[in-house]
């Protein structure tokens, strides 16, 4: 026969859970510092408007990893603050960043392919980006996983973003790959436009404060 939790063992499990979560962010923000650094400097040595998108992407998911670790802490210390306020405005600051790092992307890409201007290979770049593929895999499932116990709404968008990130890692892989296969001036340009789409979806999903992973 199967033993019925107490209140007291669902307090316990969910501060195991908020715990959890907690790591996870941290070590989000740990790669995340490693991840923007690395493909800011390689982007801006290489002139590679992608490898510069995806570090700005970086930074703004540290923002967001930041925000959640506070709302979790929050809720772990059983502060006053409310959670749910936290939440709508951390969406709305993220989105915000994100509606203007697309109109970046959009303007830069345009101009790129206008001026018929390319962009050196870099292999410390794709060796970011590749890395960040399995790293992200692994972090969304695990927020995920964790957001479903704790029918946490922020931490549920916060796995979506990790997965976007993936998905962008995926995008600039192919980029960088294509760039030093064929050397052709226009591909940079176009990879930057492929993003886009990503990324107004992911501001819409953060304004809103809706989420895929429901």
Request: charged residues 15%; glycine residues 8%; contains cysteine.
């Amino acid at each position: 026969m199967r033993a019925t939790s107490t209140p007291a063992d669902i307090v316990v499990a969910r501060a195991r859970d908020l715990r959890r979560a907690l790591q996870l962010e941290w070590l989000s923000m740990a790669w995340m510092a490693v991840e923007g650094s690395g493909a800011l400097v390689t982007g801006l040595a290489a002139g590679s408007l992608v490898l510069i998108a995806f570090s700005v992407d970086s930074v703004i998911e540290l923002i967001s990893a930041g925000v959640l670790l506070w709302r979790l802490w929050a809720e772990l210390r059983h502060s006053s603050i409310s959670a749910e306020a936290a939440e709508r405005r951390a969406g709305r600051i993220g989105g915000a960043l994100l509606i203007l790092l697309s109109a970046y992307i959009l303007v830069g890409g345009v101009r790129s392919l206008a001026a018929h201007a390319g962009q050196q290979f870099s292999g410390v770049g794709l060796a970011v980006t590749a890395a960040a593929i399995p790293v992200m895999a692994l972090l969304a499932r695990g927020k995920r996983r964790l957001a479903d116990r704790l029918q946490s709404h922020a931490l549920r968008a916060d796995a979506v973003e990790s997965l976007t990130c993936g998905y962008l890692s995926v995008i600039v892989c192919v980029s960088l790959l294509a760039q030093l296969a064929v050397g052709a001036w226009w591909i940079g340009g176009v990879s930057a436009l492929v993003i886009v789409p990503f990324l107004w979806r992911e501001a819409r999903e953060a304004w809103t404060g809706q989420d895929c992973c429901r």
